[in-house]
């Protein structure tokens, strides 16, 4: 049942995420593979505004380079804010503007952040009052990351990535994410993962049906260790990333260079994530990027999912 809605705006704030440690089960019949992965919500966020509308529309802006933006239906805070509608029997529409900080196609789950952004927005814009666990299903019809990015925190994603555990993680780790000034499309990293595999398959181990996480990586974030983290960081993405996109090998050295504790293409890519000791050394790491010519933030992680910052 569908409740009066009296707000005129909602504003909601979603994060994007660092893959610390993801592992990539072997092709499977249906074409997809099984994966393990840590998630981080770090601190570069994805501002989305929900105004009552007779129908759905999105306007995109901010920093980053929007050209591979959709902002017809196919946009996926779009698709979302309609399966809300569809589901709850909402008769209207919802007018969506977004102000991208997340690098689109990098790898950090942006439009999966949007999704989530729409979902929680048009909820509480509509008054359709679903629960955590009705919105985390409808998020996982739209994407494997929209769970992660309506949770937050740090979560180990099992399945496509969309079935969460949260961990226990303390402190805080303090990221410098290099953005690219191109993207790389998710289903062409995984489809040179598996001619990588080929290739390689006298040298590397086959790799398994179900996936599991690495023990350190868990101690790692229970303990708010960086150094720890830095050792037991893995992405069997990176390698078929940097085939595609040879560039990334330069920026991984750079980083090196700057005194990161470790370097990692986050997700399917082409946005590197650095990870530095404390606060200090990663603004030493952002300034030597930066002179260097890259394009770097810096973030920490981690920060709560997507939620409501302003309503009237």
Not at 202 to 219: H, N, R, S
């Amino acid at each position: 049942m569908v409740s009066p809605a009296p707000r005129r705006r909602v504003r909601v704030r979603a994060p994007g995420k660092i893959n610390v440690f993801l592992r990539v089960g072997s092709l499977l019949e249906d074409g997809y593979h099984d994966v393990v992965t840590a998630y981080q919500a770090v601190s570069l966020y994805e501002d989305l505004r929900a105004m009552p509308s007779d129908d759905f529309s999105v306007r995109v802006r901010g920093p980053v380079d929007l050209g591979g933006v959709p902002t017809d239906g196919s946009n996926l805070a779009i698709r979302a804010a309609r399966l809300l509608a569809a589901r709850t029997g909402y008769p209207g529409g919802a007018r969506l503007e977004i102000e991208k900080h997340v690098p689109v196609a990098g790898g950090m789950g942006g439009g999966s952040a949007d999704a989530a952004a729409a979902l929680v927005a048009c909820d509480a814009l509509w008054g359709t009052g679903l629960g955590r666990e009705e919105l985390l299903a409808l998020g996982a019809e739209l994407g494997a990351d929209v769970p992660f990015a309506l949770s937050g925190g740090t979560a180990i994603g099992v399945g496509r990535g969309d079935v969460l555990s949260p961990v226990l993680a303390t402190g805080t780790f303090e990221w410098v994410i290099a953005v690219a000034d191109f993207g790389l499309s998710t289903p062409a990293v995984y489809e040179e993962l598996d001619r990588h595999r080929v290739r390689h398959v006298l040298d590397i181990a086959p790799p398994p049906v179900t996936p599991q996480v690495d023990p350190g990586v868990l101690q790692a974030l229970r303990a708010g260790d960086p150094v720890m983290l830095a050792e037991s960081m893995q992405n069997d993405l990176q390698a078929p990333a940097l085939q595609l996109a040879p560039e990334l090998v330069e920026l991984l050295s750079l980083g090196e260079a700057a005194e990161a504790l470790a370097g990692i293409v986050s997700g399917s890519g082409p946005t590197v994530a650095f990870l530095a000791a404390d606060q200090d050394a990663a603004i030493g790491i952002q300034v030597a990027l930066s002179a260097a010519g890259r394009t770097v933030v810096r973030a920490h992680g981690p920060v709560p999912g997507a939620r409501v910052v302003d309503e009237e």
